[in-house]
């Protein structure tokens, strides 16, 4: 049931008392700078550090959110990425994440990936729930679920790299992959700065991998794998 909300008819809907917003930067208040979004924030000022968290947002897709957006309104897939932007200065992390690109255009899909591949890239593990297709490409391991939804499902189909998958004949995903292979071949596994290609969990793999459980149909259960660190 939605919230019954009313204006405040002190503040107007401005949250702050008229003492705060007589302060200014660059000529805008601070309802001003919380209706911005993180890319015309970042023209507005020079600290680095502020400057440095603003620009998190955009490498994770989030330039069309207002920096005063209430959470309420956001998607599981954009809170998702609101804490992956305070992550990426950090190493050797597992993260687990249940369908990401939620809520993101297909432009902006990636973007995402790009941004989970920095992840890895610094020694991180990533642990993907997803459907979408461009995601499942540049997994480094694929856990396919199955065969159907519900009480159909939670079957092990596949277990592989992405081009084993391409290949498998029952799987569902691997058929609506072969519709668009672009991207996979047996050497595109992850090379990323290691320049090696990754053939599978273990622990001879570099420190960093990305597994995908994947869920081929909407309502199919839930399971996740550990990678090996």
């Known amino acids: 049931m939605d919230p019954v909300t009313t204006t405040c008819p002190e503040c107007e809907g401005r ?21 911005m979004t993180a890319v015309r924030a970042a023209g507005l000022f020079e600290d680095p550090v502020l400057l440095r968290k603003l620009r998190t947002l955009d490498a994770v897709g989030l330039t069309y959110l207002t920096l005063g957006q209430p959470l309420s309104s956001l998607s599981g897939g954009e809170r998702q990425r609101i804490k992956l932007a305070t992550q990426l200065h950090r190493t050797s992390s597992v993260y687990v994440l249940d369908e990401p690109t939620t809520g993101l255009h297909l432009a902006d899909t990636g973007a995402l990936v790009d941004l989970l591949d920095r992840l890895v890239d610094a020694g991180s593990t990533v ?50 992959l072969r519709r668009d292979p672009g991207g996979i071949t047996d050497s595109s596994v992850a090379k990323r700065g290691s320049g090696k290609a990754r053939e599978g969990p273990s622990h001879t793999s570099p420190p960093g991998h ?14 996740l794998s550990l990678t090996p660190l």
């Open 15 to 35: 949250r702050f008392h008229d003492d705060v917003l007589k302060h200014r930067v660059g000529g805008r208040s601070i309802v001003d700078v919380l209706g």
């Open 127 to 176: 642990i993907c729930v997803e459907h979408n297709l461009d995601v499942v490409k540049r997994a480094d391991w694929v856990i396919d679920l199955g065969p159907d939804g519900g009480k159909g499902g939670g079957a092990l189909v596949f277990e592989g790299t992405p081009a084993g998958l391409l290949a498998h004949p029952t799987s569902v995903t691997g058929r609506y």
């Open 210 to 223: 990305m597994t995908l459980c994947n869920r081929p149909l909407p309502g199919a259960g839930l399971a």
